[in-house]
């Protein structure tokens, strides 16, 4: 496939066909590509330094095959007499997934069972860009110093969690301008009465009534410009989140209506669902990092004895049977997290701890959690004593997603109207 990206080849990339072409037919694509590479430069310019002559295949490196394999694919299509611009190419054959988290508070280990820990195999089938979306952090009043500091130590998590940053793009929003360039644009085709149904900032500006500002209002445009600046084909999301991506669907479905095929329409991700994990104090709500109890919560990086003592103090009920039922929601939750850091079934528990009581079973759930989080607490510890490391990823991905990001911003403004710069 096409990788637009490494090439550096300028291409269309939209939602329908995908161009695709079988192993077998590649030593066609070789000699077919010959005659006609001579006009397809004129177009998309020269070859890449160390790519040789199709037409010499032998003593070419793999990595020059492959980079070669671009402007031969585009060759094949124009013998097929369609237009390269035109055509329909997905990132290295893969459709987009996005996502990201906000670098406030600190992880939980519902982010990380319920979403992190998912992510890790999805580059396999996807092409994925991780955000840490410290753009949307700003809503809330910040300290400058903590808002850097633990942006820094989210993208970090990223990687220590299991996400390799040479298959993902893992970016901070903020060294992306096209986020906040498209989310303007996307606001003048937003209408009030669809901002005014979202149910999230009913329920941010009651918890900050001293703060309710226009970013607040507006965050769920932002969002869709996340979205939708990277042509993503699927994103995960939680029932909270499907308002907005709903609204995504509307204003890119909006734009799309005026102006062509520009935007590719995302779906919301429904592969393997994670972990719903609760409150250890009331189960009724999910477990939260800005809930004000600390016994609430058992973060990622909360040490062994922290997290034993946050799953003895957590809320159960007075039946002191392990049983997966509704009617022990406490009960229900913490076999939820032992299963989920076990792999066993909520009904091997129900075995295992069968005549045992509340006293046996809540350190071992706090045991079965230590074992999870102890490597990527390691490997965090590790990766943060190496900042020419992290450095290099920061600018590295950032220059990956600025490169996608401006393909698909410099495609809006053209159709909106605005002038071309002058390069």
């Known amino acids: 496939m096409l990788n637009c990206y490494k090439s550096q080849i300028p291409c269309r990339r939209q939602r329908g066909i995908k161009l695709e072409l079988p192993q077998e037919a590649g030593y066609l694509v070789f000699a077919a590509a010959a005659n006609v590479l001579s006009n397809l430069t004129q177009s ?54 996005f996502s990201g988290m906000q670098s406030t508070g600190n992880l939980t280990l519902g982010n990380y069972l319920g979403a992190l820990k998912n992510w890790v195999s999805l580059s396999d089938e996807y092409e994925c860009f991780y955000s840490v979306v410290d753009m949307h952090s700003i809503t809330v009043r910040q300290d400058p110093s903590e808002l850097r500091k633990r942006a820094r130590n989210l993208l970090t998590l990223y990687i220590a969690a299991g996400l390799d940053p040479q298959k993902n793009c893992i970016y901070y929003q903020s060294h992306v301008s096209g986020h906040a360039e498209l989310a303007w644009i996307l606001n003048c085709f937003t ?104 016994n609430a919560s058992i973060y990622l990086m909360d040490d062994p004895d922290t997290i034993i003592r946050k799953f003895k103090r957590a809320v159960t009920d007075s039946e002191a049977s392990v049983r997966y039922r509704e009617e022990q929601p406490g009960i229900k939750n913490l076999i939820e997290i032992y299963c989920a850091c076990t792999g066993k079934t909520p009904e091997e528990t129900e075995k295992e701890f069968d005549g045992k009581g509340y006293s046996d079973f809540k350190p071992a759930v706090g045991e079965a959690v230590v074992s999870v989080l102890k490597p990527i607490q390691d490997r965090f510890y590790d990766l943060s004593k190496d900042k020419a490391y992290i450095d290099n990823i920061i600018k590295e991905n950032a220059g990956k997603a600025n490169y996608y990001a401006t393909k698909t911003l410099r495609k809006v403004q053209k159709k909106i109207g605005f002038p071309e710069r002058i390069r």
């Open 44 to 97: 998309v310019g020269p070859l890449p330094a160390g790519i040789k002559d199709p037409a010499a295949s032998n003593g070419v490196s793999n990595l020059q095959r492959c980079r070669a394999a671009g402007y031969l694919t585009l060759a094949a299509v124009l013998l097929a007499g369609i237009n390269h611009r035109e055509a329909i190419v997905m990132i290295d054959g893969k459709k987009v997934l």
């Open 191 to 294: 209408y009030i009465g669809e901002l005014n149904r979202m149910t999230q900032f009913k329920d941010k500006a009651a918890k900050h009534a001293d703060n309710i500002n226009a970013g607040l209002y507006t965050y769920p445009v932002l969002m869709a410009a996340d979205i939708l600046l990277y042509q993503a084909d699927v994103v995960p999301v939680g029932k909270d989140q499907l308002q907005h991506l709903e609204i995504t669907r509307d204003i890119a479905q909006r734009f799309n209506a005026i102006y062509g095929d520009i935007f590719t329409i995302p779906e919301p991700y429904m592969g393997k669902a994670g972990a719903n994990i609760r409150s250890l104090q009331n189960p009724e709500k999910k477990m939260s990092k800005s809930d004000e109890n600390a």
